[in-house]
Structures are given as structure tokens and as C-alpha cells.
């Protein structure tokens, strides 16, 4: 036999294809995102009330002089967010319990009453007579910074011309704004500075014409400012506070050759975000399958989904235990082990995370074979009381319609199966589809 030889452009092609299947196990594992609880970035010790001082606003003078006291906006959105119970939670989020406004933070109007008794100036205040304003005010802690933003605006013109030959102008204008921040935490009883960050972050707006933009044509620097000391103050609350960030999960794919239906259900219920069902069809399955490592990992995933990260570290860690070379159970180990972590420092700021209890029906068997009547709903099937064309029908069924199997008779030409009312019925082989 010849020796077949490909050409390098052949070659290439299978390489591709090789390595497409090989990352296509991978690409369609079924996925979830969800909100998952992050600590803090710092722990600040047993704090729990803070004064907010204006931020001081370093910008040049003519940024200062634009109309909006840029230091006061970020201390009150700084303010705000730490007073957030959810921040940063979305609607698809499994755990309850856990709050992330855990700070009590002073009015406004009373520091501010404090700075002018004494008649202090925000931009002279030494060490002394911050540690001073917070006795007065009776917290543990005081916040302060200094702000700073600049903005510049890009123009640019395209044209072209038309099939019939006019020549079409495009006059673009892009407004971008910039600001950074820095902040710093003091401890009150000894004035030693417990944290200290900073951040930036940047606006943009633009607008396009005709004819060549006005600069009113975009939002005003101070505007544009605003909005990125908004985005500031959550990264700054962020630093002193738990919140909630977005997170995508992948499932393994469940390979079970008796039970790739229920298996399929179960992905089907993942699609759905039927975590309930989700996980009592893996448990039912974990019944009978005990060793299957994708299956204990995607119990782990589910529990870790929902903020049981004692039972989560237990499945992964016997998920790990049948496959240590897995990177994803190795990675779903150290995660709930953090988390575990992350509960306890959450339980020692007053913060605890609701248990969650999968809602698991005892009754029936989940793992039973089903059968599917053919055809659309607006077609219906006769179910019989015994396995004989003369026998009494019991009922007609739509099509679609899902049964639990219970018997095959004279070589499937009969289906015994579990009807919606509870009683037996048969169908025709020819009516239903099996291996359902």
C-alpha cells in the first residue's frame, strides 16, 4: 500500500479541525452566571462608624471654578454606595442574607456642622483637628482624600462621495474627562492611617453632524467628572466593603450511558436556571453513580452557587480526589475554601449568609425511563386499560406529552406507562417514543 501524502495547506486544515474538537467538549459545557459575594478589598478592624469628610478638589483653577464642587460629589457617592445593602447584586442571584452596607456612616450635614462650630478649613485640617472633628462626632473613623480631573476634546472630518457624485461631510467631536482620586482612612483613637488607596476613571462623550460641533454639543467637563467620581466612590466603597460581582460557572459535561436523558434534563434545567430540579436530578443520579467525577463537581458548582460553601469544598474535594488532574475541581476547591473564609469574616462583622435548602421531591423515581406521545399537542393519542385494541380508552393525550414507562408488552407493540391521574394506561409501540 502507498504511502499517502497531504499537502501542507491539508495538514493545516486537520489541525484545525483537531484542535476545534478539542475545544468544543469545552465550549458547550453548560454555563450560569450569577452574583457571587466578594470580601473586601481591606479589613479595617473593628470599625463600625465613619465620618466622610468632602474630598478636596486639586484640580486646576479653571476646572475648580466650573460650578460643581466635584470633592463634596464624590464624598456623597462615596456615602451612598457604602450604604448600599446589595451593591452590585443582580437579579440573578442565588444568596441571601449577606449585606454590604455593614459601616454606620455620620449625616452629612452634622460633620459639616462640627467643621464650622470650629471653623476649621477642609484644606488646612492637620492630623489634630481631624482626630478632633471625630471624637466630636463620636466614630471610629474618619475618611478623606483629595480629587482631581482634566477633560479634552478630539475632532475629526471624513467625506466621500456619492455614486452621483456630491461630496458628503462628517464632522465628529469626542469629549473625554478624567479623574483620579485618593483616599485615606484614619483611626480616630490614634490617628493612624488604616488604609489608603486610589483610583481613576474616565467619561466620554461625543456627538457627530454635518457641519462642524459646537462644544455644547457634548456634556460639560463637570458633568462628565461627576460621573466618573460616581464610578470612583464604588471602587473606594468596594475597598472598605463586602459586594457582589458577576460570575460565569461552567458545568462539566455528565457522561452516564443508561441515564443520558436524565443527564440531558438536568443540562436542560441549568439552560433554565432551575437549580432546584437541577440538583435533585444529579442527586438522584449521584444514587446510583457515586464515582462519576463531573457529577460530584457540578453538585459542588450548585452549592457553591447558592452560598453552601461547607458542602461545595466537601463535593469538590471528592471530585478532586477521583481526578487531580482536573484544573477546574482544583480551582472549585481553593474557591470554597475562600469562601469558607470569606463567611467567616462576614459572621464577624454581624453578616450571615441564608443556608439554602434544595428542594428535593422524595416521591417517585426521577431516574425512571419516560415516553414521549408523537406528534403536536393538537394531535392526540388513546391510552387503553389493557393491552388489547378493544379495550376501554382511558383518555387522549396531546402529543409532546411526557409519561413515565412502566412495561413493555408483546415486543413493544404495547407501552404500559404511568398516566398523568396516577393509574396505569397502555399505549400503541407506534404511538410513543421510548428512551425518553
Known amino acids: 500500500m502507498g504511502v499517502i501524502k497531504l499537502s501542507k495547506n491539508t495538514i493545516l486544515l486537520l489541525l484545525v479541525i483537531l484542535n476545534f474538537n478539542l475545544s468544543s ?6 454555563t450560569m452566571t450569577t452574583s457571587l459575594l466578594s470580601p473586601s478589598e481591606k479589613d479595617i478592624g473593628n470599625v463600625k462608624r465613619i465620618a466622610i469628610l468632602d474630598f478636596e478638589n486639586i484640580s486646576s483653577q479653571e476646572y475648580k471654578e466650573a460650578g460643581i464642587d466635584i470633592g463634596s460629589k464624590l464624598a456623597d457617592y462615596l456615602s451612598i454606595s457604602m450604604l448600599e445593602e446589595y451593591r452590585g447584586k443582580g437579579q440573578n442571584c442565588f444568596i441571601e442574607g449577606a449585606r454590604t452596607d455593614i459601616y454606620s456612616i455620620v449625616e452629612r450635614e452634622e460633620v459639616d456642622r462640627v467643621l464650622q462650630e470650629k471653623q476649621f478649613e477642609l484644606a488646612d485640617l492637620n492630623d489634630t483637628q481631624i482626630m478632633s472633628i471625630g471624637k466630636i462626632l463620636n466614630v471610629d ?4 482624600g483629595n480629587v482631581s480631573y482634566s477633560s479634552s476634546d478630539e475632532r ?3 467625506s466621500y462621495r456619492t455614486d452621483q457624485g456630491k461630496l458628503v461631510s462628517t464632522h465628529y467631536l469626542t469629549r473625554t474627562t478624567s479623574a483620579e482620586a485618593r483616599m485615606k482612612i484614619l483611626l480616630v483613637a490614634t490617628g493612624e492611617i488604616i488604609g489608603q488607596t486610589s483610583n481613576r476613571s474616565s467619561r466620554s462623550d461625543s456627538t457627530k453632524g454635518g457641519t462642524r460641533p ?15 467620581c460616581e464610578n470612583i466612590a464604588r471602587q473606594f466603597a468596594n475597598y472598605l466593603t463586602p459586594y457582589y460581582y458577576s460570575y460565569t460557572f461552567t458545568f462539566e459535561k455528565v457522561k452516564h450511558k443508561e441515564l443520558k436523558e436524565r443527564v440531558k434534563d438536568a443540562t436542560e434545567y441549568l439552560r433554565l436556571r432551575e437549580i432546584d430540579k437541577a440538583y435533585e436530578m444529579y442527586s438522584a443520579i ?5 464515582y462519576n467525577a463531573e457529577l460530584v463537581f457540578n453538585m459542588g458548582v450548585l452549592n457553591e452557587i447558592v452560598g453552601n460553601y461547607d458542602k461545595a469544598k466537601e463535593l469538590y474535594d471528592v471530585a478532586v480526589n477521583m481526578n487531580s488532574g482536573n ?4 480551582k472549585g476547591l481553593r474557591r470554597a475554601e475562600n469562601n469558607i473564609e470569606l463567611s467567616k469574616y462576614l459572621n464577624d462583622l454581624g453578616i450571615v449568609i441564608t443556608p439554602y435548602d434544595f428542594k428535593i421531591n422524595s416521591e417517585g423515581n426521577l431516574l425512571v425511563e419516560r ?5 403536536p399537542r ?6 387503553y386499560a389493557d393491552a388489547k385494541d378493544n379495550s376501554k380508552i382511558l383518555g387522549q393525550f396531546p402529543g409532546g406529552l411526557e409519561l413515565d414507562l412502566l412495561g413493555r408488552v408483546d415486543k413493544e407493540k404495547w407501552i404500559l406507562v404511568k398516566l398523568p391521574n396516577g393509574k396505569k394506561g397502555y399505549f400503541k409501540g407506534k404511538d410513543v417514543i421510548t428512551g425518553k
Open 378 to 383: 393538537s394531535k392526540r393519542k388513546a391510552a
Open 156 to 158: 475629526d472630518y471624513k
Open 327 to 330: 484544573d477546574a475541581y482544583v
Open 214 to 228: 459646537g462644544l455644547n454639543a457634548v456634556q460639560a467637563p463637570n458633568k462628565l467628572a461627576e460621573y466618573a
Open 286 to 290: 449521584y444514587e446510583v453513580d457515586p
Open 141 to 144: 473613623a474618619i475618611i478623606l
Open 371 to 375: 415516553v414521549k406521545i408523537k406528534g
Open 25 to 30: 467538549a469545552q465550549l458547550f459545557k453548560p
